[in-house]
């Protein structure tokens, strides 16, 4: 039997920070033949990256160091090539897809010219004919790539541009193809798209494929072996079926059990209708001319009506873009907007903001992004009594910390460490810290953006099951933002989807999620659930 | 049951992890924190010039009664001369009260005002220790006046004249008390100026970065008209009209100084005014103002103070080269511009000229340390590593 095409030996990796070392990877060994595709799974921080990075040794060396082991590609050490032997290997033997698409293609430079450079590098210049390009482009499913070649990458959408980005990797005809992450920045519906394309090129070009990720719903799509890594190590390796169906190692096993369960509320439309927006309209004019004439409008959120009841959540989904999140800010009234929004029946469009005030102590709101919308120069103490401050409840200091615990502790957070800084605190703990602040002053209505997006999987599920049990212990009304199906199926009641800042379906979520009424929740569905492409053209690429 | 633990009571300074990271950064720099020491230690003294170089003694004891004349002004009848205020130096009144009593003297008998009595040379006159002991003779038996038991035997040499370090300016003045008192009043008037200009250059930018839109716009417009007026020609015409004086040129050189935070602040504003924390304050309820104290204004402070010490230099540059051009403080003042001036007048006196210009150097390179050292300190790319 002839030697494995990459094969990882008791790989260790080290970065060094001042005085200390951090050892990021610790003897992690995996063999990847042709044709096979292996899954490398962890959370943040797990060194699944830093493991793939050193794989063609991109660290930024010597700031990174590797105390022990080797990587075999083909039967030689990568890490003691020489670096002209190294360029050699990277983007002709071995080339790499990063997750971000919007910052991996330059800028200044049209695609054909990024795409024929690489083919030049390896192959020479004859090589990188422009036909050769345009047959690359369409291998990946660019459509119409004649006429896209002289478009440069801020033309062309996310999942366009990592259509692109395969292209560049795929253009030389690598033995092995590293994905670290290519989806994640994706929309589901892109997702999927991806991932049949990926799958597709592997098998038809039999070459190695190493696929880091975050989400097992994508192993079981794509990879037929898997290794778990926990804390930079391998914890758990083996064909991805017998792992997923009889995990051996807790860890795996908590990961498997991460997704979001549990039922939502049942829908009960006698409840008291707690928020009622109707016909809510942003629109942004688009200015143009001397005179700034408004020639038209960018309709972020056009037309949209939903009610919020009692103990009950709204779940609105949509890919990027579609106007969710302005929504959101619309209903708090955070940013301007026509259309009438009443709270408890109280019309709020003719508030000043100063009459809106009080009101929103009742209203509340919890963002994506559990490192942003914490000041990072204020305690955890100071920024969830901030809003009992503001408020003007009649409260000392004393009862003020007082409430600060008991909201930290309804929401899971040691009361304790209230006096620590936001930083010194987990991303999952974060959020909780940020919901705390909202249930702070006992809210009637809570607008969740995307308050899981940014967590891994195992604390989506925790933050899942909290904000359930805060909803049940306090009859709250959530409107909850999400492009996260899983999540909404596991939280709302009823179901809005929107699409380029309109409502294309919405109705009570067990009758949604059974029968989808349009083409395109029926798409974003099967690409949420199944991760499978739609065939037809409902969904953009 | 309570849940929350008790609060710990951090003394009067309470600092945040980060603000303690740049504290200690700012410690790491060696030059930069002997700088402060070295400046902070100059800047006391100096604010306690009268207690340093006076004319009139520390304490001084007459008749049995303790005397401060430092603090309190005696009329001269108290030691049997006629004049509304004492002059100390005058060898009769300092012979009366040395008679019957003791004076403790600062250790440089010179204000800054103080005209030298009888010198050894013409005004400028040179520090002691360059004089020829012929000066020093002559000196001694001019300041003797008749009186043979002041002359030492022998006709005294220059260690028994009275010090002079650095010599005399054109008008007597001593240089050594013209140098303290003139550090003081420069380091105070850049304090002053800086202080206030950046207080009322942050208040612009950050209503402007804030609120934003035709507000912004329209201040943006204004600020560039009046900064594109020429400074130098309007302080011209205002000193004409106005009498200079410390309050006066202040008010005037602040017309023009607070523009300079002003686009620091204002785009800082307008980064963070969209923060996701500052959304969510403004969720809770909070006025507009306490976001901008609480949460933005931070945000631009680290830009802020980094500039701070620059603009400090920069406003002590401007007094002393409109004291230089002639056109700042009043005559008389101890300011270092003037001193300058003076140098330039007597070049045949190189201790006037060179004695300010190194009083000057070091002043604004110790500040320039030490804002080195405070903008190492809040570089955000040492505080995160």
């Not at chain 1, 050193?54 to 010597?62: C, D, Q, T």
């Not at chain 2, 009888?118 to 520090?127: E, G, I, L, W």
Request: aromatic share 8%; proline share 6%; glycine share 8%.
């Amino acid at each position: 039997m002839s030697a494995p095409l990459l094969s990882v030996r008791d790989l260790s990796v080290a970065f060094r920070q001042g005085d200390e070392t951090h050892v990021v990877v610790d003897r992690v060994s995996f063999t990847l033949e042709r044709g096979q595709a292996l899954a490398l799974v962890g959370e943040s921080g797990s060194g699944k990256s830093v493991t793939a990075q050193s794989i063609v040794k991109l660290l930024p060396y010597p700031a990174a160091s590797h105390p022990s082991g080797e990587v075999l590609f083909k039967g030689r050490d990568v890490l003691k090539m020489t670096d002209a032997s190294l360029r050699e290997m990277r983007g002709a033997g071995v080339t790499m897809v990063f997750q971000e698409p919007m910052t991996s293609l330059n800028p200044l430079h049209t695609i054909e010219r990024q795409v024929g450079e690489i083919i030049a590098l390896h192959g020479g210049r004859a090589a990188s004919s422009r036909d050769r390009v345009i047959a690359l482009l369409t291998e990946v499913g660019l459509a119409d790539p004649a006429s896209r070649l002289g478009a440069y990458p801020h033309q062309l959408s996310g999942g366009q541009r990592q259509r692109v980005m395969i292209a560049m990797a795929l253009a030389n005809r690598p033995d092995l193809f590293i994905a670290d992450e290519p989806t994640t920045a994706l929309d589901v519906t892109i997702q999927a798209q991806i991932l049949a394309l990926l799958k597709d090129l592997q098998a038809k070009l039999g070459m190695a494929l190493l696929f880091i990720t975050h989400d097992l719903g994508i192993v079981r799509k794509i990879a037929g072996d898997v290794a778990v890594m926990q804390k930079g190590r391998i914890v758990e390796a083996g064909k991805t079926a017998e792992v997923f169906d009889n995990p051996q190692h807790p860890y795996t096993k908590m990961l498997l059990a991460a997704e979001p369960k549990g039922e939502a509320p049942a829908r009960d439309a006698t409840a008291k209708p707690i928020l009622e927006a109707k016909d809510v309209r942003v629109w942004f004019p688009i200015r143009h001319g001397f005179m700034r004439r408004t020639i038209g409008h960018v309709k972020a959120v056009d037309g949209v009506s939903l009610t919020v009841r009692e103990g009950q959540t709204v779940g609105v989904v949509g890919e990027s873009g579609s106007g969710k999140t302005t929504l959101g800010l619309a209903i708090l009234r955070l940013i301007r907007s026509q259309g009438t929004i009443a709270y408890c029946g109280r019309g709020l469009s003719g508030l000043t903001v100063k009459q809106m005030r009080p009101l929103r102590r009742d209203m509340q709101i919890v963002f994506q992004d559990p490192y942003g919308s914490l000041s990072p120069r204020l305690s955890v103490a100071e920024i969830v009594e901030e809003g009992l401050i503001a408020q003007k409840t009649r409260l000392n200091a004393a009862e003020r910390r007082e409430a600060v615990a008991k909201a930290l502790a309804d929401t899971g957070v040691d009361p304790a460490s209230m006096d620590r800084y936001p930083h010194e605190f987990s991303g999952g703990q974060r959020q909780r810290v940020a919901i705390a602040r909202a249930m702070a002053l006992d809210p009637k209505f809570v607008v969740l953006d995307e308050p899981t997006s940014a967590l891994d999987m195992s604390v989506q599920a925790q933050i899942v099951d909290l904000l359930r049990d805060l909803q049940k212990r306090r009859a709250l009304a959530y409107l909850f933002i999400s492009h996260d199906l899983k999540v909404v199926r596991a939280l709302a009641s009823e179901i809005v989807v929107m699409r380029h800042g309109a409502v294309v379906e919405s109705g009570p979520a067990h009758e949604l999620f059974a029968a989808p009424k349009s083409e395109y929740t029926r798409a974003l569905f099967a690409a949420a659930f199944a991760m499978e492409a739609e065939a037809s053209d409902v969904v953009s690429q | 049951m309570t849940l929350a633990p008790p609060q710990h009571t951090h003394g009067w300074l309470r600092l945040s992890p980060m603000n303690r990271r740049r504290l200690d950064n700012f410690r790491r720099n060696r030059r930069g924190l002997w700088s402060f020491w070295i400046f902070l230690a100059l800047f006391v003294v100096s604010l306690g010039a009268e207690f340093v170089a006076n004319d009139r003694p520390l304490i001084a004891s007459y008749k049995g009664e303790l005397l401060f004349p430092v603090l309190v002004d005696y009329p001269e009848e108290k030691f049997g001369g006629f004049e509304a205020r004492t002059d100390y130096r005058d060898p009769t009144i300092a012979g009366e009260i040395e008679a019957h009593g003791w004076m403790i003297w600062p250790p440089i008998r010179f204000a800054n005002s103080t005209t030298k009595l009888d010198p050894p040379t013409p005004f400028p006159s040179p520090p002691t220790w360059l004089l020829s002991e012929k000066q020093c003779r002559a000196a001694i038996v001019a300041h003797a006046r008749g009186d043979a038991k002041a002359i030492p035997p022998g006709g005294g040499s220059c260690r028994d004249l009275e010090p002079e370090w650095l010599g005399t300016d054109a008008d007597g003045h001593d240089v050594v008390a013209r140098l303290i008192y003139g550090f003081r009043i420069s380091v105070l008037f850049g304090f002053i100026l800086a202080g206030v200009s950046s207080a009322i250059g942050i208040a612009a930018g950050a209503v402007q970065g804030y609120f934003g839109g035709w507000l912004d716009l329209t201040m943006q417009r204004l600020i560039e008209v009046w900064s594109s007026l020429p400074h130098l020609y309007i302080l011209i015409i205002l000193s004409a009209i106005l009498t200079p004086g410390f309050l006066v040129l202040l008010t005037i050189l602040l017309l023009f100084s607070w523009v300079n935070l002003v686009y620091l602040v204002r785009a800082e504003f307008l980064r963070a005014r969209n923060f996701e924390y500052v959304n969510a304050a403004r969720a809770l309820g909070l006025s507009n103002a306490k976001i901008i104290v609480k949460h933005v204004l931070p945000n631009a402070m680290v830009a802020t103070l980094t500039f701070l010490p620059f603009i400090v230099n920069s406003s002590i540059s401007t007094l002393t080269s409109l004291d230089f051009l002639g056109l700042g403080m009043p005559p008389g003042s101890p300011s270092l511009g003037e001193l300058l001036l003076e140098g330039k007048s007597n070049l045949s006196a190189p201790w006037l000229g060179l004695s300010a210009f190194a009083v000057i150097a070091l002043m604004l390179s110790l500040l320039i340390f030490v804002g080195e050292a405070v903008r190492d300190a809040f570089d955000p790319r040492k505080t995160f590593t």
